[in-house]
Each structure stands twice: as structure tokens, then as C-alpha cells.
């Protein structure tokens, strides 16, 4: 019969044997259990010493700066739970003449509300050639933005552009991303220039339509 202990001391070794101990990294956990999370912790090749106080839910790390700072990141992941988040995507249609004269209207305005890490998808169909897909996953870089990994489906009836492309990038909490735009028109600037979601001043007509999201805080 095994008595649980109050605390554990787990050396690591490599190749080259156990490493140099560095100043320790000590974490205490708000939320996760430390039993749970060591049993799935990976720790990387570099931490040379894990210690678990289980009365006290902490855990202390030594070892190599760049190996204890991967571990730190995979457990304070693993301690905070899921964050919240909401997307208000805008899909927009422009027409530009032969001026260059320009009118646009709002095509659709969805929004959902997602978890942290989570893909969240909606849409609108209408028959087999007209419709659009968003979809996206959300990441925390701080208090002030995150990670979208945007992936945007868009056909239209009246052209045969379509638009299916998919883009990663960190925008700011509360602020309007231009995500992408397209176009059935001929002139390839016009096509660039929308696709990266401007609005280009040009006397060449043409229709374009644009992907935009805002990402805010679900709290």
C-alpha cells in the first residue's frame, strides 16, 4: 500500500547527465490540480529539476532558461481555463462606376461568441452559388489582443470570383480587421488592392465584396 506524499522532487536527466540547476521558477496553481498536471506536463529537454508541493499546489522548476520558460507556458495554459470571446464579422459589398463613384452596403453582420483555442464557425447559404463561411480561432497575446487564425469562404451569384483563403495574424481587442475583399474586376491592381481589403480609388467599375471581424473580450 502506497502513501501519497506532500511533495516530490523529479531530477531529469539527458545525454549529457542531469543539467546545471538554474535559479528556480516556482508557480503557484489557481485552478488545475498539481497530480493532474504533471501526469500530462511535457516536460522539455533542459528542465533538470520539477518540484511539486501538492499541499501547497505549487510547482518549482530549474534547468536551461528557454526549456523552463516552455514548461512555465504549457502550465500556466493548463491552470487558466478557456477565456471568452466574442467575433462580429461584417461582410460588405462596394460598386464602383464609371466616376469612380463609389456606394457600399452592409451584406451581413454575424457574430458568435467562442472559447479560447476553439474554432468557431457560421455562415449564410442561399441555393448552391451564393453564401459565405467564417471561421476562426481565437489565442490570447495579452490583455490588449490576440491570435485570429481566420479561414473565409465567399461566392457570389452576380460574379465568378470567389473567395476561400485563410490568414493568421494578432489584432487588437475591439478594433475592426480589414481580413480580406474580392472582385470579378479585370485590372489586377484593383484585384490586389481589394484582396487586401483597401478600398482603391479607380474610374474602372467594378463590384468587389469584403471580409472585416472585431474581436472583443466575452467577460
Not at 43 to 56: H, I, K, R, T, Y
Not at 92 to 118: I, M, N
Not at 183 to 207: L, Y
Request: net charge neutral; with cysteine.
Amino acid at each position: 500500500m502506497f502513501e501519497l506524499l506532500a511533495a516530490c522532487v523529479l531530477v531529469l536527466t539527458g545525454t549529457g547527465g542531469v543539467q546545471q540547476a538554474s535559479a528556480p521558477q516556482r508557480i503557484h496553481l489557481k485552478h488545475a490540480d498539481a497530480r493532474a498536471l504533471i501526469a500530462k506536463l511535457k516536460v522539455p529537454a533542459g528542465v533538470s529539476e520539477l518540484s511539486v508541493n501538492f499541499n501547497e499546489n505549487t510547482i518549482e522548476l530549474r534547468g536551461e532558461k528557454s526549456a523552463v520558460v516552455s514548461a512555465w507556458e504549457q502550465i500556466v495554459d493548463a491552470d487558466n481555463p478557456p477565456r471568452p470571446y466574442v467575433l462580429r464579422w461584417r461582410v460588405l459589398e462596394r460598386v464602383v462606376d464609371a466616376a469612380g463613384a463609389s456606394s457600399e452596403h452592409l451584406v451581413g453582420s454575424p457574430f458568435a461568441t467562442t472559447l479560447e483555442g476553439y474554432p468557431t464557425t457560421i455562415g449564410f447559404s442561399q441555393g448552391d452559388d451564393r453564401g459565405y463561411s467564417l471561421e476562426a480561432t481565437v489565442k490570447r497575446v495579452d490583455d490588449k489582443q490576440v491570435k485570429l487564425d481566420a479561414s473565409v469562404k465567399l461566392k457570389v451569384s452576380s460574379f465568378g470570383a470567389k473567395l476561400a483563403d485563410d490568414k493568421s495574424l494578432t489584432v487588437p481587442l475591439g478594433e475592426t480587421v480589414k481580413l480580406f475583399g474580392v472582385t470579378e474586376c479585370a485590372d489586377e491592381a484593383v484585384r490586389k488592392a481589394v484582396w487586401r481589403g483597401e478600398r482603391p480609388a479607380t474610374k474602372t467599375p467594378h463590384r468587389a465584396y469584403y471580409i472585416e471581424v472585431v474581436a472583443g473580450s466575452g467577460n
